[in-house]
């Protein structure tokens, strides 16, 4: 297994290149948009974090309490999803036919527990608009050579990252490492 590396900063060029690079998703094909979204979190990593700290840092200082709470009960339902998930075997078959709702219901649990709390502008601001921003920049960023290449890397398992271990635990890699696998087991048979 690959040590954890961590992805170097994209420059901004890279990132937010002009209106060709960009394009909206076919929302016919979910596969091949939800590759999308994965390969852009990957090669994109650490311009997300980046991005999601600042703006971050600008709602917590707006409202700090109010973003602790946010910060600690995202924290406990994202810690007992991915405890139920790996434990229960009943979540564990949820979480693997269905990736994409697992993570949809995540964050409507969040937003639920949050509501409870009392802090639900805050945290929208401060978590959920992040992850909006993310969203939308990985679901629109066309991908390029560089970002293919180094998405079978991390596919193949010879690159590790923080992102690709979240990504893991939400089951969402585990159709590229199927795909993967059935192609190096066509080409050995052959």
């Known amino acids: 297994m690959a040590k954890v590396e961590i992805a170097p900063l994209r420059c901004w060029d890279d990132f ?8 909206k998703p076919d929302m016919q094909d979910l596969s091949k948009w939800n590759n999308r979204v994965v390969s852009n979190l990957l090669y994109y990593q650490t311009n997300y974090l980046l991005m999601a700290i600042v703006i971050f840092m600008v709602v917590g200082l707006w409202n700090p309490v ?17 405890w ?12 693997r036919d269905n990736p994409t709702l697992f993570v ?7 937003y639920l527990l949050m509501s409870l709390f009392g802090g639900v502008m805050v945290f929208l601001l401060g978590i959920k608009l992040p992850l909006l921003l993310i969203f939308a920049h990985a679901s629109l960023r066309l991908r390029n050579m560089k970002n293919k290449l180094e998405n079978k890397m991390e596919s193949a398992g010879l690159k590790k990252s923080p992102m690709s271990i979240i990504l893991e635990a939400l089951g969402q890699q585990e159709e590229n490492l199927n795909k993967i696998q059935s192609f190096l087991e066509s080409k050995l048979n052959e």
């Open 16 to 23: 937010f290149p002009g209106s060709e690079r960009f394009a």
């Open 66 to 82: 109010g973003m602790f709470t946010g910060g600690a009960v995202i924290t406990s339902v994202i810690i007992g999803s991915v």
């Open 84 to 95: 139920a998930g790996e434990n229960k075997a009943m979540i564990k078959s949820f979480k």
């Open 104 to 110: 949809f219901l995540v964050l409507v649990v969040s």
